[in-house]
């Protein structure tokens, strides 16, 4: 196997075992808390090798997310790849900074991703509302939680990529 197949093997392995670890490895009294791992993954996959993962994988991972989580299909596709359009537009900004400022930078990206998740159309009986102070607390705790995790899944993925992937 060339290496350029390899390559692309390891970052597709590690954005599926991110995907079960976001499906599988929590309770559900703790799941709208919890990071998206999957999310913290692909950003920094689109970060570190931005010609390897774009916006083709962001759509790809996003409906795999929408199909094995039953939201509205398309939800995580479309902020998967808002998301991953606004680190490849501000690549060399977000780059080259601090790995905490990189993480205030996402804790902003990841509410406003919580807080689009509060339109879910289907389920408009459910009281899940933009205004309630709750879900506001809510999507604070897991933007929080999430660039915390931050610099965990970087040093993580960037050895790997300094180990496996040339």
């Known amino acids: 196997m060339n290496s350029s197949k390899r390559n692309k093997l390891w970052i597709y392995l590690t954005l599926v075992i991110s995907l079960f670890i976001d499906l599988y490895m ?4 703790v799941m709208h808390l919890k990071p998206l791992f999957t999310l913290l993954v692909l950003i920094y996959w689109n970060m570190a090798l931005p010609d390897k993962v774009g916006i083709s994988e962001a759509l790809v991972i996003g409906l795999l997310l929408d199909i094995l989580t039953g939201p509205i299909l398309g939800l995580h596709a479309l902020l998967f790849v808002l998301v991953t359009y606004i680190c490849q537009r ?3 900004q977000f780059r080259v900074s601090p790995v905490l400022q990189q993480s ?7 509410f ?6 509060a ?16 879900y506001l607390l809510n999507a604070s705790t897991f933007a ?12 993580i993925l960037r050895e790997l990529r300094r180990k496996k992937i040339k």
């Open 104 to 110: 205030i930078i996402l804790f902003f990206l990841f």
């Open 90 to 92: 501000f690549f060399y």
């Open 144 to 155: 929080f939680v999430s660039s915390l995790m931050w610099p965990i899944i970087f040093f």
């Open 112 to 117: 406003v991703f919580k807080m689009t998740l």
């Open 26 to 29: 929590f309770p559900d009294a």
């Open 119 to 134: 339109f879910d159309f289907v389920n408009v009986s459910s009281g899940v509302s933009v205004s309630d102070i709750q």
